[in-house]
């Protein structure tokens, strides 16, 4: 799990297994498929007060195939997918080829996976842009890289190209997903008026900020005469 999840964060884990087309990831207990393509699966879960790292588990494929998982946690994020992900499955290539995404809501989460079945590379290469989550290399046949990037502007990515160090031709996939993420911060103040003071601004008592839906700031005691 990853270092800090604490309460109410929004846990993801990535999982692939290497026989495309043939092999598929299951959703981990008590998580929600966010993007799934064939053999590489996006899921997700908000984090409780006590958590265990998820078991991830495949169906079909071949005997002693490479798998790979690795999770990684956000705050203030929803459990939601915000369209439907982008995906691309590519021929036999050095490279990975990813679709563009038409992202139309702002203050969200847009996650890329890349996926090549070779495990002969050193590192794909992070989208333009974009946060680093995992380069991760199964020597046993297949390489996986995944990033994000939060928008507080919706702003569209176009396709492109990943560039694999080292390594052989191969099958690829890509997938961007955008997630519900970090929301607009509002802030509700109240304020108190002596009894039979002016309409003019009184002192400070209260401070509660959405989205959490709980008092963050209080700072009048019980006692307080609304």
Do not use: H
Not at 89 to 112: M, Q, R
Not at 121 to 145: C, H, K, R
């Amino acid at each position: 799990l990853p270092a800090g999840l604490a309460t109410g964060d929004l846990n993801l884990v990535v999982s692939a297994i290497e026989n495309s087309g043939t092999g598929t990831p299951n959703t981990p207990s008590g998580y929600t498929a966010l993007a799934t393509f064939a053999n590489v699966g996006l899921y997700g879960k908000i984090a409780g007060s006590s958590e265990s790292a998820p078991s991830c588990s495949y169906t079909g494929g071949a005997a002693a195939a490479a798998t790979t998982a690795q999770c990684a946690a956000f705050r203030r994020a929803a459990l939601a997918a915000l369209a439907t992900p982008a995906t691309q499955l590519n021929g036999s290539a050095a490279n990975i080829a990813y679709p563009g995404l038409t992202v139309s809501t702002k203050n969200c989460i847009v996650v890329y996976i890349a996926w090549k079945q070779d495990g002969t590379g050193s590192s794909i290469a992070t989208l333009a842009g974009f946060n680093e989550l995992g380069d991760i290399v199964n020597a046993n046949g297949q390489m996986l890289s995944w990033g994000y990037v939060i928008q507080t502007t919706a702003t569209n990515i176009s396709s492109g190209t990943l560039t694999v160090t080292g390594g052989a031709s191969a099958i690829s996939r890509a997938i961007l997903v955008p997630l519900s993420g970090i929301p607009d911060v509002l802030s509700n103040d109240v304020y108190r008026l002596a009894t039979g003071a002016p309409l003019t601004q009184g002192t400070l008592v209260g401070r509660d900020v959405p989205p959490n839906g709980t008092v963050n700031d209080w700072r009048a005691g019980a006692a307080v005469d609304w």
